[in-house]
């Protein structure tokens, strides 16, 4: 058997040495969104836990830009040797359907190791709003078509596309304001300029449970663990569901024991309670996958986005 797996990996063009002794130097772990984003500080607990199981430092860095799509095209364009990987975001299939060209191929230009977690959105308002269910606030939209608008931190991102599903599904007239940043439509909402904020539950979360907002509803189709005391969007719009998910890829081509090694190592480190505790802290829920599965997952994700832009009439950015 063991000159058997050998010849598996002499086949895949990896020497037995890469196959046994990987990783043999610290490994790169890209994030593409700045410092104390759930994005980044999932990145770093799962980093820092990858580290003390593979022998080697995995380093988190943040390289900013395009809304992830620069640490996007660089992991593309690294040597596929399992030195350089990334931590993929929601933007990442959204981008996939809203932009009319990126640097890299979303599909065949990487290699997918697993999913690290998923989380619903979150419809929230404030504390003192009027709207006290999402069904008060649909029923307001209606009888004021036009006038309700809702933020989102840009043109594309998965809040607009959410938003723009829920308004065809719930049938209603809602206009979008698109922003530059996350921080922006928190403060339009906790303002008052605007009622209904749509946002990550790993986002929201700290600001509902401290106060500021009252949630709505979740966008996933069953209720979250973290609010179980708030219905979903589907009890009021049926069949809506969205939700987001991060994960951990590298470059087309990553040697078979290379992806087999780091996905050992995701499952180990998701299976620890204290990751399954502070998890729960943002909102969200440890899943590892197989590398197929992770594939799938971008696929299905990447076309549902895709459906919203044409059914909605969505300008390619």
């Known amino acids: 058997m063991k000159h058997a797996a050998l010849a598996l990996v002499a086949a895949l063009g990896v020497s037995p ?32 836990k990858m580290s003390e199981g593979l022998g080697q430092q995995v380093l988190p860095e943040n390289r900013t830009g395009a809304g992830s799509i620069i640490a996007n095209d660089h992991v593309a364009k690294s040597a596929a040797d399992g030195y350089t990987l990334l931590v993929v975001s929601g933007a990442f299939v959204t981008q996939a359907a809203t932009m009319r060209k990126l640097p890299y191929d979303p599909l065949r230009d990487f290699s997918w190791i697993s999913t690290l977690m998923t989380y619903p959105l979150v419809f929230s308002v404030r ?104 219905p979903t969007v589907a009890d009021s719009v049926p069949g809506y569901e969205a939700s987001s998910f991060l994960g951990i890829a590298g470059p087309a081509g990553l040697p078979a024991p290379v992806v087999e090694r780091l996905n050992g190592e995701v499952r180990r480190v998701l299976a620890l309670p204290e990751i399954g505790r502070r998890f729960a802290e943002w909102g969200g829920t440890p899943g590892a996958s197989s590398p197929e599965e992770m594939r799938r997952h971008i696929e299905a994700e990447i076309a549902q986005w895709k459906h919203v832009v044409t059914a909605r009439n969505i300008e390619l950015q």
Do not use: W
């Open 127 to 230: 504390t003192d709003s009027r709207f006290r269910s999402l069904g008060e606030f649909i029923a307001f939209v209606k009888s004021h078509p036009g006038k309700v608008n809702y933020p989102s931190p840009g043109m594309g991102t998965l809040y607009h596309l959410a938003g723009e599903m829920f308004v065809s599904m719930a049938g209603i007239d809602m206009q979008h304001v698109p922003f530059r940043g996350g921080a922006e439509p928190l403060t339009e909402v906790l303002s008052g300029r605007m009622e209904l904020l749509i946002d990550a539950l790993t986002n929201s979360y700290p600001h509902i449970q401290g106060g500021k907002f009252r949630a709505l509803a979740v966008t996933s189709l069953e209720r979250s663990a973290a609010l179980p005391g708030v």
């Open 17 to 48: 040495a890469l196959a046994q002794d990987y990783p043999l130097r610290p490994v790169r772990l890209l994030i593409g969104f700045p410092t104390g984003g759930n994005v980044d500080v999932v990145g770093r607990m799962v980093a820092l």
